[in-house]
């Protein structure tokens, strides 16, 4: 199986893990511009941007999912997360409590583990 669709099955069974735990997705790979955001939902007055990370036992030698999300890709999650909340504002729609979490998706065969980061990256404010 390519890289890609392994992605998308982790990004599908994301979605699916989220729906089942109450969250309202509101969308999916929302773009701005050269940013991308896998996920974003709605849960207890919380908007969640997703990012989702898939391993296999093949990729598992590369560590954690989380450990895929560096500083560079949080400064470009917090980016996407900051253009869609103008965009919602510029519609005169509420993002309520913004957080960015990791999703970690883990496939053996047909088993399936997902950990839900909540709050993983932050954003860095400048000294």
Known sequence: MK????GRRGEEAAAQYLAANGYEIIA?????????TDIICRRDGRTAFVEVKTRTPASA????????????????LVACAE?????MRARGEDVPR????????FFSGAECKITHLQNA?????NT
């Open 121 to 125: 990256v932050m954003k860095e404010e």
């Open 3 to 6: 890289r890609s669709d392994i």
């Open 83 to 87: 253009a869609y909340i103008r965009e």
């Open 28 to 36: 999916r790979n929302y773009r701005a511009g050269h940013l991308e």
């Open 98 to 105: 913004p957080r960015i979490d990791v999703i970690e998706v």
């Open 61 to 76: 030698k590369y560590g954690r999912p989380a450990a895929a999300v560096d500083k560079r890709k949080s400064e470009r």
